[in-house]
């Protein structure tokens, strides 16, 4: 059975192929939705913009169209001041997508955003900082391809 992965993604083989990094593929970028387009459209603009429900307030994160609280499709969307800790975090060592392969190994983190959600990015520090719990501040970064991608970096404290 064919998957979007096996028809988008290359063989591993191909991906050793690539020794160069002039002949890394560009990284994927994501699909904007009529739910998401806000959410790209305030990153463009240096802004993480998250979605709170006009029926109840829940404020709700990543970008879709109905509250899991009260289930309203009525939204409005307020600015995160981009302060966080972190909750978990992986350590890539592989590049699952040949776009990736010169940034490995890096930290993808899951942080706690004050506004009471979880956003997944990528860790821009020494991975060797890890530490639950800690304090991280949001960043911005070219994602190619007209997207602006958030990213973390370590707090000054
Ligand atoms: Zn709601």
Known sequence: MAT?????????????????????????????????????????????????????????????????TCY????TWIEANGAGTIQSW?????????????EVPYALLLVDLAEGVRVNAPLRGDPAGLQLGRAVRLIFENGGQGFVLPAFEYSAE
């Open 72 to 75: 309203s499709i009525a939204v």
């Open 90 to 102: 992986t350590v890539a060592h592989h590049p699952f997508h040949p776009g990736f392969k010169i």
């Open 4 to 68: 979007w992965a096996m028809a988008v993604w290359p063989s591993w083989p191909a991906i050793e192929a690539m020794n160069t990094h002039a002949e890394l593929p560009a990284k994927p970028v994501p699909d904007v939705t009529p739910e998401s387009a806000p959410y790209w459209e305030g990153l463009r603009q240096h802004k993480l913009l998250l979605q709170a429900c006009a029926g109840c307030g829940q404020i709700r994160h990543y970008p879709r169209a109905v509250c899991a």
